[in-house]
């Protein structure tokens, strides 16, 4: 039998899933560093008990502390994330510093936007509780565009954080006021959002959306596909509305435009997004020059039947773009798709020949095709982080200005009368002699393709 709040199994939903900071012990005879965030546990799901009809045994929520010996550590996480009715994050300095609690944001973040694929309205599923009060001004941009009102809660609360009211022994009653008015909120989220379990993925291999790729902060979308005004092919009728950006290639399955569920994933993940169509954006993506940030690049087969869409993409597969990552997404189910599949094949062979045949075997196309929107999803993270990855190792520098620091001597001081020499000489600094290009590799020149492994 399970203890309630313990560890969910037999297929049950917890009511919620507490995403906290683990806090290292201060010395070996602290104790257990972590045990009031235990206590405030129990207290909350015995709140949750009372206040729904959850039988015996049933897990009011879920704890990675209450992980038996043995039992799969990734694999539980995952599978409590993709059930639990209600994330709550215990918001602390150290929890939007802490990797882990990033991985876990994104991926509940990630199942709220899959929902939206059905045309849903926005559900957040989030209830934040202050375990440590954190600056407005510190909160990463995931956290900071939530709404976390604390003002009906008291303001020993905004002040103290829940550690500090279970610390502080005159403030027990407040405690036991915020973990039920907590409690109350988990219930009435739970019940209004009905958020519909997601898929089981390995929580080892999501990104953290509190880490956005070493201060990049904006990410373009860039869509070649076609509109309802041209009919090019046999295509879906529905997939397209009046401008290239409302391109829904998953439909019915999907009821929004595929660009707007890469910006609801980015915006996860701490970037802005600005989103534009191809045939807009294709004279500044194939400008000489250095980029201006990373892009993803969307594209329609079926666009490619047309010559002049074909024309521009061969223009781009041409010269080396490789903070662009390119997608194929694909509905095989679409009326014409597997009678015109040679011919598709051909138009894409045509206008993406260098990427998807040339190069080093990394950034080839490991998937040829996105044939639904579980895997699209799957492969986007990995899509935007290798954007912004080369995009930094492409991207202008700008080193501050004044005299160069001088490296400090790793031997003793010269011998005497010999001069020391004169600062920025040396390999790799501005009037010295230097590797050409460093740190280049030979697969900096492909532009990427696809997101992840097949």
């Not at 019915?252 to 910006?263: N, T």
């Not at 894409?348 to 080839?364: D, I, Q």
Request: net charge negative; proline share 11%.
């Amino acid at each position: 039998m399970q203890r309630p709040g313990g560890a969910s199994g037999g297929g049950s939903e917890p009511y919620f899933f507490l995403s906290y900071a683990h806090t290292p012990p201060s010395d070996s005879r602290s104790g257990d560093p972590d045990l009031l965030v235990d206590r405030f546990f129990e207290d909350l799901c015995a709140d949750v008990m009372q206040m729904t009809d959850l039988p015996r045994g049933a897990a009011a929520g879920f704890m990675d502390r209450r992980l038996t010996p043995g039992e799969g550590w990734p694999a539980s996480l995952s599978d409590a994330l993709s059930r639990c009715r209600v994330f709550v994050p215990l918001y602390s300095p150290r929890y939007f510093s802490s990797e882990q609690c990033g991985k876990e944001w994104f991926f509940f973040s990630r199942r709220t936007a899959y929902h939206r694929a059905a045309g849903a309205r926005r559900m957040e599923g989030m209830v934040p509780a202050l375990w440590v009060p954190v600056p407005p001004e510190s909160l990463p941009g995931p956290a900071e565009s939530l709404q976390f009102s604390q003002a009906d809660l008291g303001p020993d609360y905004a002040s103290e954080g829940l550690y500090g009211l279970s610390r502080l022994g005159y403030l027990h009653s407040d405690y036991e006021r915020v973990v039920y008015h907590l409690a109350k909120r988990i219930v009435t989220v739970a019940h209004e959002t009905r958020i519909p379990p997601g898929r089981r993925a390995d929580y080892r291999d999501v990104p953290s959306a509190f880490e956005p790729a070493d201060g990049v902060q904006e990410l373009r979308v860039v869509v070649l596909a076609g509109s309802r005004r041209d009919r090019t092919g046999a295509r879906c009728a529905d997939c397209y509305g009046p401008s290239p950006v409302d391109w829904n290639p998953y439909h019915p399955h999907s009821k929004r435009a595929l660009a707007d569920h890469v910006a609801d994933l980015a915006r996860s993940l701490d970037y802005r997004v600005r989103v534009g169509a191809f045939e807009d954006e294709a004279e500044r993506m194939l400008a000489p020059g250095p980029p201006t940030g990373p892009e993803l690049l969307l594209v329609d087969r079926w666009a490619l039947t047309d010559p002049r869409h074909r024309g521009l993409l061969q223009r781009l597969d041409a010269v080396p773009r490789p903070w662009i990552s390119i997608m194929l997404p694909w509905n095989r189910d679409h009326a014409g798709a597997a009678r015109r599949e040679e011919e598709l094949q051909a138009a894409t062979e045509e206008a993406l020949h260098r990427k998807l045949h040339e190069g080093p075997t990394s950034y080839r196309l490991t998937r040829t095709l996105l044939p639904n929107l579980d895997v699209f999803y799957d492969d986007l993270p990995t899509a935007v982080r290798r954007a912004s990855q080369q995009y930094l190792r492409h991207a202008v520098t700008h080193p501050p200005e004044g005299e160069p620091v001088r490296l400090p001597r790793l031997m003793g001081p010269l011998a005497p009368g010999v001069p020391d020499p004169p600062p920025g000489r040396g390999p790799g600094r501005p009037d010295g002699p230097s590797d050409p290009q460093p740190g280049h590799r030979p697969d900096d020149d492909y532009t990427d393709i696809g997101g992840g492994a097949a």
